[in-house]
């Protein structure tokens, strides 16, 4: 984040790229804030009403979470305009992905923002929770019981979401996969890299993206399984509540 600040500052013109990676590292510092904040011996410290921090942070965590989620799979697709043919449509519209980098991104946060607005009238201090059912989130935050319906269905719209932007980032990896062997294949013929013994680019950029986003993939499912399993069951326990955490952060 401090090296994207910098090339603004030094006047340099940010590329798209950086504009992406820039606001990941921004989504994530805020993630590993509000997780530590919402950890047992700083939350205690803030001078702030149970409510009002329950709110505030689970509110702010959600939203983080699914900035990184989306901006992820932007991420990819800008790759993936970026590496196809300039003859191909996607080439065509390299010149332009700043502007629609830029613009995508408010959407983004726009998005993002209006999906969780709903967790500020159903987060509550445990403290404060008087129903018996409730979604309780560690030993801090509750969902109200009240609620609980209505933010069931906008949990599920926004798994939709979620699901939506991993096979967005699913179908671009695809696309870059399909590009390197094609490439690969030509260079074979042309300069008879079949021979050599080493790895080629194509290969190990390949591996890379498979790797990548296999891992991506499976912690995304692990912590929607989890997410939905506890949505169902109305019970989020400390042990559950620990491998959630694990498995959002990876």
């Not at 994530?28 to 702030?48: D, N, R, W």
């Not at 942070?57 to 979470?65: A, D, G, I, K, P």
Request: glycine share 4%; with cysteine.
């Amino acid at each position: 984040l401090l090296s994207r600040i910098l090339t603004l500052f030094l006047g340099h013109r940010p590329k798209p790229h950086d504009l992406l990676t820039g606001n990941l590292a921004l989504v994530h510092i805020l993630m590993l804030l509000t997780m530590m904040f919402l950890s047992p011996g700083p939350f205690e410290s803030l001078h702030l009403h149970n409510d009002v921090k329950c709110k505030a942070l689970f509110y702010l965590h959600r939203v983080m979470r699914g900035l990184s989620i989306c901006t992820t799979c932007l991420l990819s697709m800008l790759q993936a305009v970026t590496i196809s043919p300039s003859s191909s449509w996607l080439g065509r519209s390299k010149q332009k992905s700043r502007c629609y980098v830029i613009h995508s991104l408010l959407f983004l946060w726009i998005l993002c923002l209006s999906f969780s607005c709903n967790l500020l009238f159903i987060t509550v201090a445990a403290s404060n929770v008087t129903q018996p059912q409730v979604l309780s989130f560690g030993n801090y935050c509750s969902l109200s019981s009240a609620r609980y319906l209505r933010w069931s269905l906008l949990f599920m719209l926004t798994q939709v979401r979620d699901v939506c932007f991993v096979g967005g980032m699913l179908l671009s990896s695809v696309y870059m996969v399909t590009l390197l062997f094609r490439h690969q294949r030509r260079s074979q013929h042309l300069h008879n890299m079949s021979l050599s013994p080493s790895i080629s680019p194509e290969k190990r950029a390949t591996q890379i993206i498979l790797l990548l986003v296999s891992f991506f993939v499976v912690m995304y499912w692990v912590d929607l399984i989890i997410s939905s399993c506890s949505v169902v069951l109305v019970a989020y326990g400390p042990v559950v509540l620990g491998v959630h955490t694990l498995v959002g952060n990876a």
